[in-house]
């Protein structure tokens, strides 16, 4: 039987070069130091754009990986912080935020041990240091954790690592171990994000809703988990974190088309650019969702594979710009979404829109903090663009707008 590359190859343009990435990544797989999606980058820039190799070499092998090597078995604040060992009976926020994630995991037929590296909370973090469940994480082993830089450990010096922990970290880590350990996570990269965005607030809100006195809610988390919620809506929450699990492919879930487009739609700013893949597009959630729905609409998901999938399949330019202006002039109203009947996770991402809008992160130090602030007015639903705005003046310290994706199923009903 004919190998998915081989079957590829025949194909030319785009796809061939789709051969070449999955030739050489099954080369590299085994024995990698890597997390697969930092993999997937770094054999797409050798094969689609060579001249970019190096840079993102230098970013994926050399400065994460020293970055995190220095959290694990640094000096000072980093033994601290990373050699406390952690005990449940102690971290009551930490403790409930496992439970539910291990909870969620289980309801949805997965193995905890396999997606979340133990059977139980305890068994994951009971006599464990914290650099040691970091490092059991899939990013763990190739990228530092957030919010653990020299400036923002700075902070924890003269306190007790354990309550550090609890008020600081439960967040961030839930947002790692919501990553799972899959060997073919979903691509791109950004739905990974979502999913796990999603997930880890489903178990755990405060990392999108700051509770009083914690500081562990997660810049633009919010953002991210709109679109992972936007997947459990169009599939389900189960099915949204068997994708996660690798479990289910995003290609059954969605379709082949669809998969496709957001597979390409991720990876534009790099055909385009060459940087390193940061996530450029973290705030405007409402395309992507515009994205996942358009191919229920055969007209619509026909013009727009002709326009600007076949063309980029074919071998042509990667314009992001271009597919950015196409999804930004689909009118929700032309699309299944909108005449949907609402359900209870539409309502839920009209809550998580809400909620996002009433978040700020400021600059702390040289660091970030999410906290609540009330907007300095009413807030206005666009019912037409299906967008929630809040009258700030500005962005606020880590980029994100006043603006949110509403549900366009509540939109069309006129429902608040």
């Known amino acids: 039987m004919r190998s998915n590359a081989e079957r590829a ?27 697969p999606g930092m993999l997937e980058a770094l054999v797409a820039a050798e094969v689609a754009r060579p001249e970019a190799e190096p840079v993102l070499r230098q970013h994926y092998c ?25 005990s449940l009976s102690r971290m009551p926020r930490l403790r409930a935020a ?11 037929g997965l193995s905890c041990a396999e997606c979340l590296g133990a059977p139980s909370p305890a068994a994951l973090v009971e006599g464990r240091t914290f650099g040691e469940v970091y490092a059991g994480c899939h990013f763990g082993s190739s990228m530092p954790m957030l919010y653990a830089s ?25 947002h790692e171990l919501s990553h799972f350990h899959a060997v073919e ?19 755990w809100p405060a990392q999108v809703w700051p509770e009083a006195g914690a ?8 953002h991210f988990a709109a679109v992972g919620g936007w997947i459990a809506r169009t599939v389900g929450p189960r099915a949204a974190l068997r994708i996660q699990a690798g479990a289910l492919d995003l290609r059954d879930a969605l379709g082949r088309p669809c998969a496709e487009a957001l597979r390409l739609y991720g990876f534009l700013p790099f055909l385009e650019t060459g940087a390193p893949h940061l996530l450029s597009d973290a705030f405007r959630p409402g395309r992507w969702w515009k994205l996942i729905d358009l191919w229920r ?11 600007l999938v076949a063309p980029l399949l074919a071998g042509g330019a990667a314009r992001k710009q271009a597919w950015d202006e196409a999804l930004d002039a689909l009118a929700w109203c ?26 700020r992160t400021m600059r702390r130090g040289q660091g970030f903090v999410a906290a609540r602030a009330d907007p300095p007015g009413p807030m206005v639903l666009d019912r037409e663009a299906c967008e929630l705005q809040a009258p700030w003046n500005t962005p606020d310290a880590f980029g994100a707008p006043p603006v949110f994706p509403w549900p366009p199923s509540l939109a069309a009903q006129g429902a608040d």
């Not at 550090?164 to 970290?169: D, M, N, P, S």
């Not at 500081?215 to 633009?220: K, T, V």
């Open 9 to 35: 190859e025949d194909l030319g343009g785009l796809l061939g070069v789709a051969a070449d990435v999955l030739r050489r990544r099954g080369q590299l797989l085994a024995g990698a130091l890597h997390a």
């Open 62 to 86: 050399v400065t994460m990986p020293e970055m995190l090597r220095r959290q694990l078995q640094g000096d000072g604040v980093e033994r601290n912080l990373f050699g406390a060992r952690l």
């Open 98 to 108: 496992l439970e539910a994630a291990f909870s969620r995991v289980a309801d949805a």
């Open 150 to 174: 020299p400036a923002d450990l700075a902070e924890m010096a003269a306190r007790d690592p354990l309550a550090w922990i609890e008020t600081r970290y439960v967040g961030p880590l839930l």
């Open 185 to 203: 996570p979903p691509a791109p990269a950004n739905l990974h994000e979502a999913l796990a965005a999603w997930i880890g607030s489903e178990a």
């Open 215 to 222: 500081l562990d809610a997660i810049p633009g988390a919010a």
């Open 297 to 307: 609409e055969a007209t619509v998901a026909r013009d727009f594979h002709d326009r």
């Open 334 to 359: 032309e699309l299944p979404a909108w005449r949907d009947p609402p359900n209870a996770i539409d309502r839920d991402l009209a809550a998580r829109a809400d909620r996002a809008l009433r978040v």
